[in-house]
């Protein structure tokens, strides 16, 4: 019996970190399933507390969106995602860095 097949992509850095001025980094990670059947997806961190894994799926034909990906795993810091899948999927990121309306960050910054 033959197993199925595993895909796995890695995104080197995703962050959940405070920054200057009131600033917050945070990492977003997209996953885009193309094909005609759900994806089951396993989602590893590895940072400096550790490796922390959670599981999600997405859709056939979607796309998921994890806002904040690092603190939806209930940890934070930095470090780099794994992303298992049992089915082909396009995985993007953005690490940014996050301004509170309050924060005492350069005007516009």
């Known amino acids: 019996m033959a197993s199925a097949p595993v895909y796995v992509v890695w995104v080197p850095v995703v962050a959940r970190n405070p920054g200057l001025k009131q600033s917050q980094w945070r990492s977003d990670l997209g996953l885009l399933n193309t094909g005609s059947v759900a994806a089951n997806v396993q989602i590893k961190f590895f940072g400096s507390g550790g490796v922390v ?40 990121s953005r690490t940014y860095n996050q301004v509170s309306s309050d924060a005492t ?4 910054g």
């Not at 999600?56 to 992303?83: K, R, W």
């Not at 960050?105 to 516009?108: A, G, I, L, S, V």
Request: hydrophobic share 30%; aromatic share 4%.
């Open 105 to 108: 960050c350069y005007p516009n």
């Open 53 to 92: 894994t959670n599981t999600t799926y997405v859709p056939a034909g979607t796309q998921s969106i994890l806002t904040d990906v690092v603190g939806q795993l209930s940890a934070s810091g930095q470090g780099a995602l794994e992303i298992i899948s049992d089915q082909p999927l396009k995985v993007t």
